[in-house]
């Protein structure tokens, strides 16, 4: 059955880097949209980026522009989302999505309601 699996979470200080995968199994793999989401305590779950599967074109919300890159190796079943200029305020945790109807660069892409295959999630902290 279609499996996504996060991982690359942990501690880090500000203004540290992570780098979270997403695998992927069970499915085509380059036939679906991959996303980002997060989720911190007491706060709804929100887009963080997500990636085409026609183009390898992006969306990236507002607060992850010029810090966040995502990519994706259809090879290895794999989206990356490199993190970098950590904030506290980046700490969640953070979600793989898969959908293979959305429009990544549309308004919707990042819209949590749309994806339809969801990861268990990996944890970042931010914190000195």
Do not use: H
Request: glycine share 10%; charged share 20%; hydrophobic share 30%.
């Amino acid at each position: 059955q279609l499996q996504l699996v996060e991982s690359g979470g942990g501690l880090v200080q500000p203004g540290g880097s992570l780098r979270l995968s997403c695998a992927a199994s069970g499915f085509t793999f380059d036939s679906y949209v991959i996303a980002w989401f997060r989720q911190a305590p007491g706060k709804e779950r929100e887009g963080v980026s997500c990636i085409s599967n026609r183009d390898d074109s992006t969306n990236y919300a507002d607060s992850g522009k010029g810090r966040f890159t995502i990519s994706r190796d259809n090879a290895k079943n794999t989206v990356y989302l490199q993190m970098n200029s950590l904030k506290p305020e980046d700490a969640a945790l953070y979600y793989c999505a898969a959908d293979r109807g959305v429009l990544c660069s549309s308004r919707v892409g990042l819209k949590s309601s749309i994806y339809d295959y969801w990861g268990q999630g990996t944890q970042v902290t931010v914190s000195s």
